[in-house]
């Protein structure tokens, strides 16, 4: 039996096992009978094992007793209802809020995609329970996929504040520790190059007019082998051949470059003629900001192999991430990353209290003062110890007003400025005060190894007491 209305949860002795016996609650609650919180009915797993609660996992137990809050639930379940105007009292009954919030995390837990995610529940009495799924149908890939994105980074701030709240109701931080980090979040795109980018950008185009009742030539397999020419060419045009060699084959790719901006500019001008025609017809057709992005390809090619600028601003790596920065943070492995630069800052007990998606081009140095605030507005005063690297060393970050500085700053130099190893080294604190600082010229597998000894009495690698 389905019910429109929120529904809370009435433990059983069976603990986790036993968790779909549903009491109603206040329709008030959640705003109307479309979305809804849970599901209402008696667990399958209950019913066919009665000991399944020995089946569960230490650490999926554990979660799921902090997702049984009731503040998690109706924050999704709000979300959820602003999927359109009339979510809450029109159409079907929509996936359960618990369902879409487990879910999820299920999916990150493992690193499952969408797919995997639909399979794994579909195919495990336990996730099933976990989920709050048990009898029910299993939400697909796509259903899930839509229904993630309605979880945007407000909802995604909210959850983590609660999450924040509910370990400090349980004791598990107290917000005496803050350490802070930049991590590159990647972006899934194939490596970008002017060639494949102008046949990215002939391609979506092409793509497009037609979808908009266009009729374009097709200039796939005319962009394709030129791509592939360049490619081809591009093994001879390092430094480990020989000068005459190397010149000739920057010769012939010139040429073919030329050749196929010569049919980027063809396709480019045929959707500037028919995106006054295709806005009539379809208003909310991606033409005009698909036009800007290959614009900009076109110039920077331009720029690169005609005008032999290989420094240019605002490169564009993806049409379909335009969003992607060019990121470079001393990686040996990977010297150069395309995605995100995400700030993370954790308290005790390696607990993310908070995450923001840096601006482009922003600094480490400008993310101290924020992330101090942030940590301020979280637990109501400041951390005893603030741990950074030394991307987040500088003189500014050493001045701080009030009592809103941490008791002591420990920041790893090694990467930072001379003036800032002259700082340190010279005794200047946080202000008034103390900052211990330090630099290693040791390889970085000694220094890690010092770090893991000194952890044991700290909990924080690298930091002695």
Known sequence: MRDGEGAARSHTSRGCAAHAVHSLRPSGL????????????????????????????????????????????????????????????????????????????????????????????????VHRAFCRIDGERVPDAKTLIRLAHLLDEAVLKDVLARLVTLGRERRLIRGRRLRLDTTVVETTIHYPTDATLLADGVRVLTRTLRRVGERVRARTRSVARRVFEIAQRSRTAGSRVSAAVRERSKAKMKVLYQGLMRIT????RHAETAVTRARERHPATPLPATIELVRRVLAQTRARVLRGETHYADKVVSLFEPHTEILRKGKLARPTEFGRLVKIQEAEAQFITDYVVCERGQTDRALWAPALDRHIALFGHPPHLAVA????????????KGGLAPSSV????????????????????????????????????ERLGTSNRQSSRTGWPGIQK
């Open 410 to 445: 420990v920041m790893d130099c090694a990467g930072a400025g001379t003036a800032v190893k002259a700082a340190c080294n010279a005794g200047s604190g946080w202000g008034s005060l103390p900052m211990i600082c330090w630099y290693s010229v040791a390889p970085a597998h």
């Open 389 to 400: 690297d030394g991307g987040f060393a500088s003189r500014t970050n050493r001045e701080v």
């Open 265 to 268: 500019r063809a396709v480019l």
């Open 30 to 125: 959640t705003g109307g009978a479309m979305v809804r919180r849970a599901y209402r009915q008696r667990s399958l797993v209950e019913v066919l094992l009665p000991d399944a609660d020995k089946l569960w996992d230490a650490t999926l137990r554990q979660i799921d007793v902090v997702l049984d809050d009731d503040v998690l639930v109706d924050r999704v379940a709000e979300a959820l209802a602003q999927r359109h105007p009339q979510s809450r009292r029109r159409g079907r009954l929509g996936t359960p809020a618990a369902v879409v919030l487990r879910m999820l995390v299920l999916k990150h837990l493992h690193d499952w995609s969408f797919d995997e995610c639909e399979r794994e529940v579909r195919g495990s009495l």
